[in-house]
């Protein structure tokens, strides 16, 4: 038998317990059996090829199960959430909580998802690498863009990267960014019943549309080439954010310039085009409204002077 089928055997004999089993369990057990010669590039692909034929699911970071049946219990697809979270009682995390609870959660159910959001997640591992591998791994991600929060975004482009199906929610009234405003975003309104079920209705026929064979055949990922290309987007993501703030500085101070340019030219120019007959006027004026008998006086002596000519 060639390495790699012995080394996939062993694999599924290992996983049989239904139990999430990790790389280095996974790799003593081999041992244990007398498979120990082998690379990390059979090991690796043994991995790949059982997770392309849907024999073991990836369910944790460098952590794998078996994707059949055990015991009653049924595997479900993965589908993180991305969104602005806040601190505990803040309108930012009960506007997320309800979205989750109300919109996302009943919906990923019904399709055979379990919805998870990485604040939920009890993990040994630093919050930014367990965010990686959930964009990395999960069949689906939905993601809010509401308040236009820098992290969603962030993350929105990492999962670009993976070419993995990703749905884009906001809160009704709120804009879209003009750099995703391509992209389809569906509204919601937690304020309004008849609202809520709409999007429910509009987010389960789009999950409907997407066609997850192909995510299930993806090449998988390790963590090195996921912290690879994450430290690459990073800074120009950070780079792009700079520049943005940098230009709505520049656009303020130069508005706020040309303003007042323009208004000192108007004064200017009022001052230097100002004749001698408004000046009079200017002068005059007031006095004639204050004393209307007058102003009939210098009327008919212009009356008498322009009949004299």
């Known amino acids: 038998m060639a390495t790699s089928a012995k080394i996939q055997e062993c694999m599924l004999e290992h996983l049989a317990d239904g139990l999430p089993h990790t790389v280095q369990e996974i790799k ?6 007398g498979v120990s010669d082998y690379t990390e590039g059979q090991f690796a ?3 790949n090829t059982l997770l392309r034929n849907k024999s073991i699911k990836k369910v944790d970071r460098a952590k794998y199960i078996t994707n059949k049946n055990h015991g009653g219990i049924t595997f479900m697809k993965t589908c993180f959430v991305v969104s602005p979270i806040g601190d505990e009682a803040s309108e930012t995390r009960n506007n997320a909580d309800k979205l989750f609870r109300y919109i996302i959660n ?6 055979g998802f379990d919805a998870v959001r990485v604040d939920q997640i009890n993990d040994s591992d630093s919050i ?6 959930k964009l990395l791994s999960a069949e689906l991600v939905i993601a809010d863009i509401s308040g236009h929060n820098p992290n969603v975004f962030y993350e929105m482009g990492y999962r670009k990267c993976t070419n993995k199906p990703i749905i884009h929610l906001k809160k009704k009234g709120e804009s879209i960014p003009f750099d995703v405003n391509t992209v389809r975003t569906f509204e919601y309104d937690l304020t309004d019943l008849d609202s809520v079920e709409e999007g429910k209705n ?21 963590p090195e080439q996921s912290m690879q290309l994450f430290s690459g987007i990073l800074p120009m993501l950070y780079q792009i954010q700079d520049s943005i703030t940098d230009l709505k500085e ?26 001698a007959d408004a000046i009079m006027m200017k002068t005059l004026l007031p006095e004639l409204i204050k004393n209307p008998a007058t102003f009939q006086n210098l009327m008919k002596i212009a009356d008498m002077v322009d009949k004299s000519k």
Do not use: H, W
């Open 28 to 33: 003593n057990y081999l041992e244990q059996v």
């Open 45 to 47: 692909g043994s991995i």
């Open 106 to 111: 009943p919906v990923c159910q019904s399709c």
């Open 128 to 133: 930014t690498q367990t965010i990686i591998e």
């Open 202 to 222: 509009r987010l389960q026929q789009t999950i409907g549309t997407f066609s997850f064979e192909s995510v299930d055949n993806a090449p998988e990922q390790g």
């Open 250 to 275: 520049q656009i303020s101070k130069k508005d706020t310039e040309t303003i007042q340019a323009i208004m000192q030219t108007s004064l200017n120019n009022a001052a230097k085009e100002e004749s």
